[in-house]
């Protein structure tokens, strides 16, 4: 008898799955349903395939939403990457920014090393580089002298008046000492105060140096 009563709801439970069929039916099936696990079984089966579309729905939205994270992976990416490049930025112009040291006397003195050596000694904090030119023969007031020329640049970073990244060493004084050439070969140093790297560079246009250059030794 039971079996048959079987047959009967699995005829009708896909209906009742459903929700078609009249609440007798439907009372029926469900006091048979709480007797018999086969056919709870079976409704559990019919209930998992109607649940397969709402499931695939869903993973379309995660497959979207793993997209979306991708995408805003990108993005995030791409910000490091800007971020990155605008602290580079920052950071070549705070340490290799350099811009000439303006001249001082206390600041930077020619002295004469060993008897016949001369040396720049420079007595600020710190420098980022000195350029100096090796001794060239000019007619000054009419007379043929030999002259260098010489400046030192600073950075933010390194400046003559404080250092932003702190020394722990103490300073070695050989550091901010640049030999420039033997007494006898030189007559006059000039300093540069404006930026003077592309006719150090190009080494071609000497004579507007001297107009705007700062005699700091004569011999
Ligand atoms: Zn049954």
Redesign the pocket.
């Known amino acids: 008898m ?1 079996e048959i ?2 047959n009967i ?2 005829d009708i439970l896909p209906l009742y799955v459903d929700g078609v069929v009249s609440d007798d039916t439907k009372e029926m099936v469900e006091e ?2 709480a ?2 696990e ?3 079984k ?1 409704v559990g089966l019919m209930k998992q395939e109607l649940n397969i579309p709402a499931e695939k729905e869903a993973s379309f939205i995660k497959d979207f939403k793993k997209k979306w994270r991708n995408k805003k992976i990108i993005i995030s990416g791409l910000s490091i990457i800007l971020t990155g490049l605008i602290l580079l930025g920052v950071f070549s112009f705070v340490f290799h920014y350099d811009r000439v040291v303006p001249y001082a006397e206390a600041l930077i003195k020619i002295e004469i090393q060993d008897d016949d050596m001369l040396v720049s000694h420079y007595y600020g904090v710190d420098y980022y580089s000195i350029s100096a030119t090796h001794p060239q023969t000019f007619k000054i007031d009419g007379k043929e002298k030999k002259v260098i020329f010489l400046y030192y640049t600073e950075t933010i970073a390194n400046s003559h008046s404080k250092k932003l990244i702190g020394n722990k060493k103490p300073r070695d004084e050989r550091d901010f000492i640049f030999t420039l050439d033997k007494k006898k070969n030189v007559d006059v140093i000039y300093y540069v105060e404006f930026d003077a790297k592309e006719i150090f560079d190009n080494g071609n246009d000497w004579s507007t140096l001297l107009e705007d250059a700062v005699l700091i030794w004569e011999k």
């Open positions: 039971k009563n079987c709801i699995k048979h349903l007797n018999c086969e056919c709870k079976e």
